[in-house]
């Protein structure tokens, strides 16, 4: 999943059941790919995506190869085929230091097969949504089965939000046509969205911290991102009582919730005594949440500038 030593064991894994290992291609492979096998996927004029012709034997290689590589690594997804949109350009994903630094923290609990749980401090603009929302549709397309759930601290937060994990799976639609499972649900103008891939049994739902009740209720999610989390209106009932009472802690669970120290909304205080509780017992085996810091200088891409 996240770090090389699993990703290897996936690969192991593969070439034991399949008969073939999966092998890495650059970001230069990759395109020139794309492009050979984008007249063979063209768009008609209501722009449904079509099959023109048989695909070769070594067409059907690279596919297989590409699905089976995003599979087992979500590094191999977000470097290869996740596009993003930033100062008016749109680029495909690269990590920022501030990205990486968090990164490394998931290589490493997946490499000691703890569940991945992190509650993020961080200044603004360090690209943590960005990343978190790769990460989400990484594992709404490629890990079958599973649930993610997003969402920020109101209604139109959160549509922010999930436009950018809307504009990365469409990307890669209209590039890579190829590659992802048939969306089989689309709740996108809903108040209460919500995206499907039953062929694969996965769904990404999403609520804001605006909403009543608890979250996470009637499903079992096993990837979570919330953003803005210290402007939620009422996290006791929202997520202690709610969501994090649905996850079930293993290998597979992904779950980031992130904010600045906003001090200004009256549920700051949640967020602060929670992450005060993380940094004091984590490493004691007694919070369930990695507390992680990221200041502004983890990322000098930004900051200070000029």
């Not at 509650?119 to 960005?130: E, M």
């Not at 989390?229 to 994090?244: A, F, H, N, W």
């Amino acid at each position: 999943m996240f770090s090389p030593e699993v990703v290897s064991q996936k690969l192991d894994a593969f070439e034991s059941e399949i008969g073939w290992r999966p092998v890495e291609h650059s970001i230069s492979e990759v395109d020139e790919w794309a492009a050979q096998l984008s007249p063979v996927f063209p768009c008609d004029d209501k722009g449904n995506i079509y099959q023109s012709r048989n695909l070769t034997s070594e067409e059907q290689q690279f596919i297989a190869n590409e699905r089976a590589m995003c599979v087992a690594s979500c590094y191999y997804f977000l470097t290869r085929y996740y596009w993003i949109k930033a100062k008016n350009r749109v680029l495909r994903f690269t990590f920022r230091q501030g990205q990486w630094i968090l990164w490394q923290m998931l290589c490493w609990l997946d490499a000691q097969g703890f569940s991945k749980q992190l509650q993020i401090l961080k200044a603004r603009q360090l690209g943590v949504s960005t990343l978190a929302e790769g990460i989400m549709l990484w594992l709404a397309m490629f890990v079958p089965g599973s649930v993610e759930q997003i969402g920020s601290a109101d209604g139109q937060k959160t549509q922010t939000m999930l436009a950018m994990l809307l504009f990365a799976k469409d990307r890669i639609s209209d590039l890579y046509p190829w590659l992802p499972p048939d969306e089989t649900r689309s709740k996108r103008a809903s108040d209460r969205p919500m995206i499907g891939f039953e062929k694969i049994g996965t769904s990404v739902i999403v609520q804001h911290g605006a909403m009543r009740g608890g979250m996470g209720q009637g499903s079992t999610p096993t990837g979570v991102h919330l953003s803005e989390v210290s402007q939620y209106s009422s996290p006791v009932k929202q997520i202690d009582e709610g969501l994090l009472k649905s996850l079930h802690a293993g290998p597979e669970l992904v779950v980031l919730l992130e904010s600045t120290g906003d001090a200004s909304h009256r549920s700051a205080w949640w967020w602060k005594r929670k992450w005060e509780w993380n940094r004091d017992h984590y490493w004691k085996g007694e919070a369930r949440m990695l507390p992680v810091f990221l200041p502004w200088h983890t990322t000098p891409e930004l900051y200070p500038g000029e």
